[in-house]
């Protein structure tokens, strides 16, 4: 009897990167798909559902590409364990290994060592189409005979090779094949008494694979009796890890070279170049590369604002009616204010984002699709790496443009450890589409509405200087930090360069889906307990502070109810002064009054927390205006004074306070997604305290070199 009958059937997906893996994935799983995170490391964990006849279904996992069996980064660990049998979370019956028909020569060695492990593999051939333009025919039945394991072509995004596949899947997983798993390489002329003395302490084990016990053995879950046996071994032997590693992959790339020269086809050297070669030639140009890459940025920061801004919209439109019906049919209580403005305003907190994040994701997917994101990396390592990054953190700066969590999310794909958390470290410094209304309403007030040379508008050159302000230190701050950061994983800037093609609609589709499912499960739950908290903060207050307020205004409503719509908005004001909130918000003004800052700008900060953009809000609540009433806003912010008489909002203060919000780490969902994808508070909490820093120091500075 098969013992996979009784339990559902695993099934790896390996291969190197860009052959085709996700789109096969995709193809394979539809929407039957759910992302977390493998036990213990920060990298993706994608599994899916895949249908076979007879309504037989098989779990697939996507398991991190990678070129060979000797892993050097984070995720190769997690493929090599998994395919070594060596990982308790994750079994593998069947291995899928996807190899790239017009790179064939490369991904055989990775195919080839995978076979030498003695596990059931079945390898699905794409790039079918990129390798017939480029000349390549393939004998699929020899190289079947070659390699002793079943090869299906397949083209996932027309479906074609698909339901061949699943067929060829169900068979080798049944032991029903009528190819055989064959040695691709003599691995005893590698180290025979070594694995010999490996399969006496193992039995069971493959040649080769009793190879990479002997090499890698220390980073598997064994007792330590059985570590030091191993060691003994070694010992015993002389068994030479280099060596026989160098010996290993010579041997492969010879018997590689046979079966190129025997089964595949290629064209001579001297063949037309593809349009992906011509096209490189622009793209990658040293002067016409940086201007298209330019244009590209431009057009992805300008689109997720043109695009996100009706459902965003409309998002705020749904719960601002909501928040009203309810306002109008619940009775006042303390329970209904704490759902209307906790529990719907902190929900409204969450999902305002979601556009954002799904169209970022969506025109990222589409960028990586086409190959051209590849092309972004490589064009701006050199920057990267003078200030301890490299080119792949591009993009989540990029993205931090216009939300810095999925832009932290997005930086997943950087191998290297310390970049990784540099990357994540700095990325919220880039201005966010959450500040815009701090910078709009400040330079309104204290910027004259003029223009230079007919089209430069003053105001338009300051939000710009704001923007530019938070991308210099950005970099500016990562080089600082790549001294201090003792994280020795050495980074190898290796890229290669995708072909074009055309974006996989399904797959930006099913991207977009995920991205937002994982912000709203993971990070929204984190922002509705703040929100609560930040409800109670303002809603409540030490004493009977608040209780005196509400008498004092019942009987000045009673005096005079004429004057109820006013004398309701400043009883707002002092509710909120005396409430914790405002007793934060005084407790902290002679700390900010160096800043140009008063006590309701405290509040402010405070309240802000939640989301850059409830500055405004707080603002009209204080000076007890209607949100919407955006030119009462600013004639009361203008015409605001300190005790003393003086104003407020100067364009000192307006300016620290600027630079204040580009700086300041004023954003707990940025924060929860810090802690999410560290796994420790120890660098979210570390983030907003240099982020703190940093602002209060430029802010003062700021303020005293224009007072």
Not at 457 to 466: D, P
Not at 486 to 493: A, C, H, N, P, V
Not at 655 to 668: I, K, P, R
Request: net charge positive; charged share 20%.
């Amino acid at each position: 009897m098969n013992p996979l009958a009784s339990r559902p059937l695993h099934i790896a997906l390996v291969g190197n990167p860009n052959s085709g893996k996700s789109s096969l994935f995709n193809s394979l799983t539809g929407l039957n798909q759910k992302v977390g995170n493998f036990p213990g490391v920060t990298v993706d964990k994608k599994t899916g559902t895949l249908s076979f006849d007879h309504h037989q279904k098989a779990e697939l996992i996507d398991l991190p590409g990678t070129y060979s069996l000797y892993p050097r980064r984070a995720d190769e660990w997690v493929a090599y364990q998994v395919l070594m049998g060596t990982d308790p979370d994750v079994k593998a019956d069947v291995v899928l290994l996807v190899a790239d028909a017009s790179n064939l020569k490369r991904n055989l060695l990775f195919c080839s060592q995978i076979i030498d492990l003695k596990i059931p593999v079945v390898m699905a051939l794409t790039m079918n189409d990129i390798a017939a333009k480029k000349g390549i025919r393939i004998d699929i039945a020899g190289l079947e005979a070659e390699l002793g394991i079943p090869v299906i072509p397949v083209n996932p995004r027309k479906n074609k090779g698909i339901p061949e596949l699943k067929k060829i899947l169900q068979q080798v997983s049944r032991n029903n094949t009528a190819t055989q798993n064959r040695d691709f390489i003599d691995t005893g002329k590698l180290a025979n008494t070594a694995v010999t003395g490996m399969q006496e302490l193992m039995p069971g084990l493959s040649d080769y694979a009793a190879i990479h016990y002997l090499i890698n053995h220390e980073h598997f879950p064994l007792e330590h009796r059985m570590q030091e046996a191993i060691e003994q071994v070694e010992k015993d032997t002389q068994f030479n890890p280099t060596k026989t590693q160098a010996e290993e992959i010579m041997q492969r790339y010879t018997r590689i070279r046979q079966i190129m020269q025997q089964k595949v086809l290629e064209p001579g050297p001297l063949e037309k170049k593809l349009f992906t070669d011509k096209l490189d030639n622009l793209l990658l140009h040293h002067v016409w590369g940086y201007v298209i890459l330019l244009v590209v940025l431009f057009l992805l920061f300008q689109s997720i604002f043109w695009l996100a801004v009706y459902p965003m919209d409309g998002i705020e439109w749904l719960f601002t009616q909501t928040g009203s019906w309810l306002g109008a049919h619940l009775p006042e209580a303390w329970w209904s204010d704490l759902i209307i403005n906790g529990l719907v305003a902190g929900l409204s907190g969450i999902l305002v984002f979601v556009p954002q994040i799904m169209l970022l994701f969506g025109l990222i997917t589409i960028l990586e699709d086409t190959g051209y994101m590849a092309r972004i990396s490589f064009l701006s390592d050199r920057l990267m790496r003078k200030v301890g990054l490299n080119g792949k953190s591009v993009m989540p700066m990029v993205s931090g443009f216009a939300c810095a969590v999925p832009a932290i999310m997005s930086a997943r794909n950087i191998e290297n450890k310390k970049e990784r958390l540099l990357t994540i470290l700095i990325t919220p410094l880039m201005s966010c589409s959450a500040r815009l209304p701090v910078y709009t309403i400040l330079i309104s007030l204290v910027i004259d509405d003029k223009y230079y040379f007919g089209f430069l508008s003053l105001q338009g050159l300051v939000m710009m200087a704001l923007y530019l302000l938070g991308t210099v230190m950005a970099l500016v701050v990562s080089y600082v930090m790549k001294w201090f950061i003792k994280i020795q994983e050495k980074s190898f800037f290796i890229l290669e360069l995708p072909i074009y093609r055309a974006p996989r609609w399904k797959n930006v589709g099913i991207t977009m889906i995920e991205k937002a499912r994982i912000f709203v499960t993971d990070a929204g739950k984190v922002i509705m307990i703040i929100s609560l908290l930040l409800w109670f903060l303002s809603n409540y207050g030490p004493g009977d502070g608040m209780a005196r307020t509400e008498t004092k205004y019942a009987t000045l409503i009673q005096q005079m109810p004429g004057k109820t719509d006013s004398l309701q908005k400043h009883l707002a004001t002092e509710k909120l002064q005396a409430s914790y909130a405002g007793v934060l918000g005084k407790a902290i003004e002679p700390a900010i009054t160096p800043l140009g800052f008063d006590w309701k700008i405290g509040i402010a900060i405070i309240t802000s927390f939640a989301a850059r953009e409830v500055f405004v809000g707080t603002m009209a609540t204080l000076y007890s205006v209607e949100e919407s009433d955006d030119a009462s806003l600013r004639e009361k912010l203008q015409a605001a004074r300190h005790a003393d008489g003086r104003p407020v909002y100067t364009l000192a203060a307006a300016l620290s306070l600027m630079v204040f919000y580009v700086l300041a780490m004023q954003c707990m969902s940025t924060l929860a997604v810090v802690k999410r994808e560290t796994k420790t508070w120890k660098w979210p909490v570390f983030q907003f305290v240099y982020m703190t820093v940093l602002a209060y120091s430029m802010s003062w500075l700021t303020y005293i070199l224009f007072s």
